[in-house]
Every structure is written in structure tokens, then in C-alpha cells.
């Protein structure tokens, strides 16, 4: 295993395009990274220059404390897995791990060892013996990851591994990924266009754009002290509430009226003019739900209903409001950037699945203003992002992640060699 | 539903009634056409017939499917040597997947089946037509990325094989491919032929002889000889370029590849040559006899016939002792050569072989009989000989569909 480590990486093609720009990504031993962002913002092509499919123009790729730059794909002994899923049927589950170290000569003994721990790991060594046809459609993925394990490879790479399965084998499969890395704490960077996918799996999140990282940092901190407006956007479903928005009196007048400020970010936006207000949608509730003593921590406001969605667990409504023409242009250019339908003039927010409140009536609605962020329209930057609580929550993920490699690793019986260079 | 794809496409007008709104699993068997030269497919894989003709349908994510039609209608386009994609099946009901339709490639003939068949092909043959295939690729910038037996057909032609693009699924086209991606390329092939061969193997359906391994570890090898082959810079002195360039051409030629341009830096210490080897569709003889006699074949089988056809004529015009023009001749030999050899086909055994193959293999007859028999035994002879003797050994189940199909 190892850490891979990436120092001011480029990469231009013969057009002079530059598809990665001076990326530098340090990746801990056993950390698992996520590459996420729209299509074209590089990840694919950085990926694809760890595994060294692309020529690196500049920079160094360092893989375990050697730079690979000039290395074979075969030469930097790393794992695309699912790179092959074919099943053979007259092999047993076995043999179809077992098959990468046949055509490398590897020893029986070594083959039997290998193929029974990353069995263990997998919990396929009940089937060993059997034929793939016998097995179930998680079992199958298994089947592929245990191939990339017993080549013991440095770290796991995973290009896009979900995007065409349906979506219950997808949720299964995040879950079986997610658990593997952790059980054998081998460094494993994905890449994905799936913000959720990012959310849910990684240690840390990469937010890339045209070829430049935005963020890199853990799941929380992407969603609670994002960089920019790109980030805020792409991070978080239904996505975060864009309104337009001017200080006043040590607050902001929204479309959904003004809304306060505490002092610290108060004073960021001081002496702006036009400004993005970014209210994620659960900040906002059906104010006769609210209780008494929470009122005060926000504000009031009332606004139509457009539609309702009822989802049993949870319920949204859809608030269209007013924006000017330049906020208007600045949103659309966003969701087209973030690869995004809808064009941002309404705003959908979260309510008690219990709410009454109706479609086509108006209604009065409660915003928690202790966590809306405010953003330069121009620059996208936030305003009003606390580097030190953001910094906090990813310091607190990477002891997570360590304690839970060691519960891993004392847990579940003898099994922590498996994938060890 | 939405059904996409690219005109001519009437014959497949009657595919339009088939049951696309239910899972591809589940249609029924009168439905469908049993194909015994299969790979091995991670999709759903079924084969219809619609007049006369078989139609491969695959089940698949839409993007998938989207991304394959397009590549596969390039490819064809280019004549890069792969299926021919008919169109797809988008917006089915429940979320369901996409369906892609390719034609099916009438005569070709699965690994499983040349491996493991009692006629025993030699392994490099068939790797080296395998290797063929990718280079003709790589050279078109196409990175397979899942280049297996499996997702190759094979067709005889004329005593060799020709090797075909089946799914491409993982493909991507690049301007060109880095010499790092096509050996990725081929590392992933020599995996994956390896693990194919120990499968044939583990259900005991491959010669004792054969070694999987061994076999698998040859084909990079393999690949990288043909590659330097056809790519190289050659260096030559000043007084022999004119004939090193002519051997040059014509050895890329033989191995059926097409030279877009060549050139030539000249120095004191000689001449260097760098050629811009093209994957054009080898056509030649095959365009020729498609123009004197209509019949479609494949280039080797195509060269064999205008042989025969051009002795044909050569013939007549002794007999006659005056000239005959060659579309004249081509038209006789269609009528008095060659379809009284493809009639005298019981139609139980039709359908086993191309019958371009079988012409072929019946000029091949001939010579082995008239060798034994010290004397020219005459085309007649040696395709009743053919037909009682050899065509049967060729066993049924290689069949093509849309004459299995035309027999229900």
C-alpha cells in the first residue's frame, strides 16, 4: 500500500488545452479519495494519469515515494478494479479470482493463500467451489473486486464503476465498496460525476472544475463551509438555494425577506453591493411547525407555493421568487456548468412530511439563518466560509477513518494481511 | 419507446412488432433464434430473425448503448472490420435499459467453437488474426479496452481468418493512441484470452495441446511484430530506395494494410523512410469481382475467385480464338462455374460455409484430387467429390442463423 502524492500535475494536449492544471493532491496511505466534478472537469484524465495512461506533461506523480512518471501502467502496480467483469462459466468462483496469478506463474500455495483471503474479506468462501452461475448479482461484483485484490496491488482505482448499473445494485455495490475499503485500508482513489456517490463514499472529496481543483476536504466540510459557488452547488440534493441578496443593516434583503447576519459574517459582506445568498433546502421548515424557542435563531417570511412534493419520510415545496437579470444569467451559467436541468429561479426547500401547507396558497415559512453563506456573484467566492470549523470537520473524519482501519483490522479474525504489498 | 437508427434499414421493418416493452429475459422462445456460436456476454444477449436475416439484440444501460451505436456506425463507415449496427431502443418502459441491434455476422464462427472443434485451428493463427484486428484499430485510434475472444468473431477466408469487432462497449476513439494505451491494451487482451482458454479449458473443450498460458503469453509478442511491422522507420542506402520502397509498399499490402503517404528523408548516411500506415477495408479484388459479377465475398475468397473467373476467360477465348470482354466472361463464369457448384448444395448442408468458402475450398479439392489423380479432374467433378466428401465433416451447428432461420 501506499500514498500517492501529486505535485503540480498538467496536462496539455497537442491543442494547448489544458485538461488537468496544476493539480497537487496528497492522498494518505489508505485513504479513500474521491475525484468528483461535471464531465470535462479532468478527473478521468488525472486518473488516468496515476494509472499512466496519459503522459504527464508536468509535474510529479509520486506512488509510494517513487516518481512514476516514466512507469508503465504494468510497472506501477496499481488495480483498476472492475476493469474486467466477465464471469467464465466452466471456471469455479475460484478460479475466476485465482486466473491474474495463473497467467503470472504464481505458486499453488501462494494462489490458495491469496484467493482464500480476499474470500474471507469478500465472504465469498462459501462459494469457492461453485460455478458463477449460481451467484447473486452483488456476489458477481465481488467476484471482479477479488481479482483486483489478490494482485496485491499498491492502491485501487475505480473509474466511474456505478454509472451503468441499475440503481438497487448501485446502492448494494456503494455499500460492498465502501466496507471493503475499509476491511483491507488500501488507498483507493474514485472517481465519479455522482455528488452523492462522492458524499457517501470517500474519506475525502476532490471538487474539480475545467482542470483545477476547488476544494479538497471531507463530505461535511464540502457541504457546510464550501470555497465557492461552485462547490455549494454541485455538493447536496436538492441543491442548495441560490437568492439574490444586499446587506442592510447588518443583515440581507432577500426575495424572502431580510434575513440576520451574526457579526462575523456581518462584517464579511460589508460595503457589497449585489450579493448570492446560499440556503441549503433543509434550513428552511413550515414556520407553524417550528418550535418556540427556535423561532428567534431565524426569520419569518411568507411566499406561494408552487408545487409540493409529498415523499412519506419527507416533503419539499418549490417557491419561485424574482432575481435580477445578472443574478438570473450568473444561476444559469452555473447549472449548465454543474451539468444541472432546472435553471435556479425558484427555490425548493424542506418541510415536515406532516406540513399542511398547500400548493397555490401562500404560506409562512421559518429559514435558520445560523447556516446560509453569502457569495460574491462574480467571483463565486464565499464570503463568509469559516476556514477553521471547515478545517475542524475534516480533522475529525481523518480520525474516523483511522479508528475504523484499526477496528477493521482487530476486528474480523486474522485477515489484515490481505492486500499488502 | 423510441427506436433510432440509420437508413437502409428495411430489412429490419419487421422487428418493429417485437414485445420491446418487455424485458429482453423474458420473450418468448417463438420469438427468438437459437445461436450456438456465442460468447460470453455480461448482458442479456438474444438473436431474431426478421427476413432472412438475424439480428443480435443486447440489453444495456442507455448511455452504453448510445455510446456503442455511434462508435459501431463509425467503424463501419471507416470499414474497420466490426458488426454492423443496425440501431437501438431507448426510452422503454419502467426505466428498463436500452436495446442494441447489430446485424448478426452471417458465417462467422465463435472462439469456443474454432478452440475447441476436432478441425483443430493452430491457436496462433487465430491470435495472430486476433492481433490483426488490433492493430487495425490502434492504427484507426481506437482503444479497445476489453479486447477478448470473446468480443471477436472470426470468418474464414479463403484458407486464413478474418477477425471482427463485436462489442464495444468500452471502446474510446482518440485522435491517436498513445503507445502506453495501446499496451494497456494489449495487456488487458492477454489477461483476458488467458482466462478465456483456461475456461475452455476447465469445461473440457480444448485440445490437450493447447496451453492457455503459453498461448496468452505469446500475444503481446505477437502484437508488437506486426506493430513494428507495419509502423516502422526503415534506414536504407541512397541506391536501393527505389526498391526497398516498392517492397515496403508491397509487403504492407500483403498484410492488407494501405499506406496514406510515405516519406522520405534523404542523408549522407542514406535514406530514411517513414510511412503513415492507413487501416483501409482490404478491397481491391473484392470491389473487382463485386463489379463483374455482383457476388459479395471476402478479399482472400474474392482474389481466389477472380482467379478462376480470369483462367475462365482465358479459356474461352482459345476455344472462341477471339476476345472476350471481361464483363462477358464474368457473366458466363457466374452462370457455368460458378452457381452450378453452389446448386449442386443439398440444402441440408447449405448454410454450414460462406459460399464464397465453399467455391473455394472446392478449387482446393480439385488441386488435392487431380494431384492424386495425375491429371486436371475438372471443377465438376471435384465439387461433387467436395460435396459428398468434405462439406458434410463440417458440423451442423455452425449453421448461419438466417438459413437455420429460413428452414422454420
Known sequence: MAAIEMKHIVKQYGDGFPAVNDVSLDIADGEFMILVGPSGCGKSTLLRMIVGLEDITSGDMVIGGKRVNDKAPRERNLSMVFQNYALYPHLSVFENIAFPLRLAKTPDAEVDRLVREAADVLELHEHLDRKPANLSGGQRQRVAMGRAIVRQAEAFLFDEPLSNLDAKLRGQMRTEISRLQRRLGITTVYVTHDQMEAMTLGDRVCVLRKGKIQQVASPRELYEQPVNLFVAGFIGSPPMNFLPATPQNGGLSTPFGTIKLD??????????????????????????????AKLPLGSLFRARVDVTEWLGDSQFAYIPYEAPDAIRNQLRDLSRELDAEELRTQAIVSIDSTSRIREGRDAEFWLDSRKVHVFDPTTGENLTRDAEAGAALTRMAAEDRVEQMEDAKSGSGGTTSVGAA | MRYLFRPPAAEAAGLLT?????????????????????????????????????FAL??????????????????????????????????RPEDQEAILVTRYLEYSMSYRYLFSSARAHSPGRLLDTLVELMVRLHLAGVFWGDCSLSNTLFRLDAGTFAAYLVDAETAERHPTL???????????????????????????????????????ESLPGRYESLWDEVTREEVFRLDEQQYRVAERLQRLNDLGFDVGEMELVTSAEGA????????????????????????????RQARRLLNDLRAYRAYLEQRSGKPVPETVAGHRWLAEVYQPVIDSIPPELAGRL???????????????????????VGTTAAARAYVETVLPRTPREVTTPSVMADRH
Open chain 1, 263 to 292: 457579526e462575523r459574517r456581518a462584517a464579511a459582506v460589508t460595503g457589497r453591493d449585489l450579493l448570492l445568498v446560499g440556503i441549503r433546502p433543509e434550513y428552511f421548515e413550515d414556520a407553524s411547525l417550528v418550535d418556540e
Open chain 2, 18 to 54: 417485437l414485445p420491446w416493452h418487455q424485458p429482453l429475459a423474458e420473450w418468448d422462445d417463438s420469438l427468438l433464434l437459437e445461436v450456438p456460436q456465442r460468447g460470453i456476454s455480461r448482458h442479456v444477449v438474444r438473436f431474431v430473425a426478421s427476413e432472412g436475416r438475424v
Open chain 2, 58 to 91: 443486447k440489453e444495456i444501460a442507455e448511455p452504453l448503448a448510445r455510446h456503442e451505436y455511434a462508435l459501431l456506425s463509425e467503424f463501419e463507415q471507416e470499414g474497420l472490420p466490426s458488426v454492423s449496427v443496425l440501431g437501438l431502443c431507448v426510452d
Open chain 2, 178 to 216: 498513445s503507445a502506453r494505451m495501446r499496451e494497456y491494451d494489449v495487456d488487458l487482451a492477454r489477461e483476458r484470452v488467458g482466462a478465456e482458454l483456461l475456461d475452455l479449458r476447465s469445461g473440457e473443450l480444448l485440445p490437450a495441446g493447447i496451453d492457455p498460458i503459453a498461448v496468452a
Open chain 2, 272 to 299: 530514411r523512410l517513414r510511412v503513415d500506415t492507413r487501416v483501409a477495408e482490404p478491397g481491391q479484388n473484392r470491389r473487382e469481382l463485386f463489379r463483374l459479377t455482383g457476388l459479395e465475398a471476402q478479399e
Open chain 2, 354 to 376: 460462406e459460399p464464397a468458402q465453399i467455391f473455394h475450398e472446392v478449387l482446393e479439392h480439385r488441386w488435392f484430387l487431380s494431384e492424386r489423380a495425375g491429371r486436371d
